[in-house]
């Protein structure tokens, strides 16, 4: 899988530096040539050697030391990459990367390398929740560097937090997913919305929806990893956010309303898989509403429909909905296309095992403008997201309109 591809693991100094040894041997077995440069500290966790007999390689320790290769070192070993991945990341190469300082053989590669760099951290909870820390990886995730999130669980001082080295299984699927996604989707500009969106009644109540945003935040994955500029507007959520996805939060349907408006000119596709309230509260009490009655009325009102708006505007760029029903799914998405003047939309049945809200998978139909209908089987929301782009991909003559 991984043929003909240079992976360049750079091991910085931290406790789950041996977990590595395991992602190296797995890279090996699927046909990866690994290099591996270890920083100063990372020797003092693993041997080289331990290494270089993995990687069948000579692991590079020292910026100095007589080179391998006839050009410069750092600078030939950057042009080799398909990617980087730095594992364990520590908050000292993350600070050193993002402040631009280059003083030993990792961050130097790092600087001059034009391939796509993850890093995958790895440290105490409290480290990596440190605001310093998180302003870093936000500053290098805007300039196009990959973090995956650590997990949770026990740390190597013996207290429970986030901040563990991901299991090697899932930092290789990472890595093939980096190194395998076509990059088809270069040059444009995608807008998508995600999550639900929550209308105030009070200070402690709101209306909701069952949305996790897991299905707009894949879209949103798969149109960056195919090389998109995709900014993302998300409802309230509580997964990982995507990498290299430019994210405004909003809360409430209004405030997702007047972001969308604000940008939408800037973009040649808007994916709105967002989960609106149709309806909010008509008024908004300051105080806690206290129980008085044995019935209560609530007076509503409608909510701006952003997607009809958008198809009012749209001009050429391409515009995209979803839908999720419980009943007569191809009729009301059929409706649903016409009505807001799109040229695509996605709908789920939301009583379907594995499909829709909170679910890791999703069943989708996809109709076109035109009625040209696809039905797809029970599959992962990224495999959904990607599907739902390569439908968007087909439809060239409205793209890169900007
Ligand atoms: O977030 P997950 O847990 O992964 O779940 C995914 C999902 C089920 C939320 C997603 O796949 C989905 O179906 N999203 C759309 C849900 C929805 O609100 O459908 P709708 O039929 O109410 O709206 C149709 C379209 O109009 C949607 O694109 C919606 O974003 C848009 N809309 C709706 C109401 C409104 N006031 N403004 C809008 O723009």
Redesign the pocket.
Known sequence: MLKGKTVIVGVCGGIAAYKVVDVVSRLRKLGAEVEIIMTENAIKFVTPLTFQSISHRPVITDMFKEPEYWDIQHISLAKKADIIVIAPATANIIGKIAGGIADDMLSTVVMAAKAPVLFVPAMNCNMYENPIVQKNIKALTAQGYMFMEPDTGMLAEGTQGKGRLPEPPDIVKEIIRILTVKKDMKGLKVLI???PTREPIDPVRYISN???????YAVAQAAADRGASVRLISGPVSISSPYNVDIVNVLT?SEMHAEVMKSYKDFDIII???????YKSAEISDIKIKKKDDEMYLKLER??????ELGGVKGKRLLV?????TNDLLENAKE?LQA?NLDMI?A?D?TMEGA????ET?IIKIIKRGGKIRELPIMS?LACAHEILNEIMTLGGYIKCL
Not at 321 to 325: M, S
Request: aromatic share 2%.
């Open positions: 919305t995600a999550g069952r949305s996790s945003g897991k299905m707009g349907a709105m898989v967002a989960a609106v309230a149709d909510n701006p429909d952003i997607l009809k909905g979803t839908c999720a029903e649903k807001k996605v789920n939301v829709g809200f909170e679910a999703n929301k």
